[in-house]
């Protein structure tokens, strides 16, 4: 059964650090190119990072310096590593293939919320 599971969220001061986890289960993802997506409160869902198959990696451009992508195919488990986190960082977190869509399966994911 393809399954994401996102953890890794919590509560941090404008500054800090989290590494956020998501376990992939299922053929569906494995080795897959995937991404780290974020949905702040009253807007939508973007794209944060994307990994590729080959663990080439690119990030928007409010993240970049900030946060690092890596994937460990043995576990089928991506992170995100979050430093030197801002206010405007604050969104629920997931994880899914490149190219996802509303019509797609999508976990619970995981919340990430800074305080100034």
């Known amino acids: 059964q393809e399954q994401l599971v996102e953890s890794g969220g919590g509560l941090v001061q404008a500054g800090g650090s989290l590494t956020l986890s998501c376990e992939a289960h299922?053929?569906?993802?494995?080795?897959?190119?995937m991404a780290w997506y974020r949905q702040a409160p009253g807007k939508q869902r973007e794209l944060v990072a994307p990994?590729?198959?080959?663990?080439?990696?690119n990030y928007r451009d409010s993240v970049k310096g900030r946060f690092t992508f890596s994937r460990d195919h043995a576990k089928n488990t991506v992170y995100l590593h979050l430093d030197n986190l801002k206010p405007e960082d604050t969104a629920v977190y997931y994880c899914?293939?490149?190219?996802?869509?509303?019509?797609?399966?999508w976990g619970k994911g995981t919340l990430v919320t800074v305080s100034s």
């Open positions: 990994i590729t198959s080959s663990d080439s990696t």
């Open positions: 299922g053929s569906l993802f494995r080795f897959s190119a």
């Open positions: 899914n293939k490149i190219g996802a869509d509303d019509m797609d399966y």
